[in-house]
């Protein structure tokens, strides 16, 4: 199973030079460079060109850079798969997707663009629609090229086309997006929880980066530089989950507990399904998980 670091995933406007000049720089686990709903139609062309220039020099970091093409029925995504063709980039992010067909068409459209097929494939989950045939979209993971890889929460386009209001303990959407983590699960792809909005209230946007981490979330996306070292933080495992790692690879490594499927560590069980999670947690906090 292929781990990837995606606990920040920072939006960037195509549109927005300066932005762009230090996306690098800022840290961010994955930048999607967005050519959609950040940048504005009269915008589109020199987006376009301000993309490739950055994955032409610019790329070549530690982290994925994934970009963010118009929907796939709209004039623009033909002329966005064709740079994204030439320059390459990590994976493509499609948006507006409502069901499976959709990721095979997105996917036959970035081969018929000529995208690398190594380039993955991220869909936007936003649509009502989309919602409600997670099932069927995460189950089109295990293509061989533009692979499925993650779904991204769209909340801002969510909650308007569900006419739902925004709250702090997001009840409107949170068992759409409880779904979304069982159907990512379901199928070994990553999900990506959706924006906050007011970049400004840092103690708002850590309460909902909580919420989405103990739902199962595999990271966060971020609309400003600000976010990212919270997120970090948040998405990052705690010293007491690295020592639960730590103690569960330990003990079940141990010649007495080789037959054994529970145990008891400080009082409390661990079970032999928590190894996967335990060698995932230290892998995320940086260290390498012992052998065998
Ligand atoms: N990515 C990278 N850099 C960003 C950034 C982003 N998303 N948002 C802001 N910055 C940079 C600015 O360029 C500025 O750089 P500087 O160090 O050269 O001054 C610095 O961070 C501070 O920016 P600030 O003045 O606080 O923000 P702003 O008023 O310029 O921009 C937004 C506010 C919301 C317009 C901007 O953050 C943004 O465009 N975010 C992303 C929007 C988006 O992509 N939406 C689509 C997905 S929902
Ligand atoms: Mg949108």
Redesign the pocket.
């Known amino acids: 199973m292929e781990i990837k670091r995606r606990r920040s995933v920072?939006?960037?406007?195509g549109s927005?030079v300066?932005?762009?000049?230090?996306?690098l720089r800022?840290g961010?686990d994955c930048?999607?460079l967005?050519l959609?709903?950040?940048v504005a139609p009269q915008a589109k062309a020199a987006a376009r060109q301000n993309i490739r220039g950055f994955l032409r020099d610019g790329a070549g970091g530690q982290g994925e850079v994934i970009i963010?093409i118009n929907a796939l029925d709209s004039a623009l995504a033909e002329a966005d798969l064709a740079m994204i063709a030439d320059a390459g980039a990590d994976a493509v992010l499609v948006p507006k997707i409502n069901g499976a067909p959709d990721i095979r068409s997105a996917a036959a459209a970035m081969a018929a663009a000529g995208v690398a097929g190594k380039t993955r494939l991220w869909v936007m989950m936003e649509t009502p629609l989309a919602l409600l045939e997670v099932a069927r979209i995460a189950a089109c993971a295990g293509a061989r090229s533009h692979a499925l890889a993650a779904l991204v929460i769209?909340s801002?386009d969510l909650y308007a086309e569900l006419r739902a209001r925004p709250t702090p303990d997001r009840a409107a959407i949170a068992g759409l997006l409880g779904v979304c983590v069982a159907a990512a699960r379901a199928h070994g792809l990553d999900v990506i929880d959706?924006?906050y909005?007011d970049?400004t209230d840092a103690r708002g946007f850590a309460a909902e980066c909580r919420q989405g981490a103990d739902m199962g979330m595999d990271g966060k996306?971020?609309?400003?530089?600000?976010q990212i070292g919270i997120c970090h933080e948040i998405f990052s495992p705690d010293a007491a989950q690295i020592r639960w790692a730590q103690e569960v690879i330990a003990a079940f490594a141990r010649p007495e507990n080789a037959a054994k499927g529970a145990i008891s560590i400080g009082g409390r069980m661990a079970e032999r399904l928590h190894l996967e999670n335990a060698k995932r947690i230290l892998f995320l906090a940086g260290m390498q998980g012992p052998q065998g």
């Open positions: 920072l939006y960037v406007p927005n300066k932005a762009l000049a230090k996306a800022r961010a930048l999607i967005d959609e709903d950040a963010r769209g801002n959706g924006v909005n970049f996306s971020l609309i400003h530089p600000a």
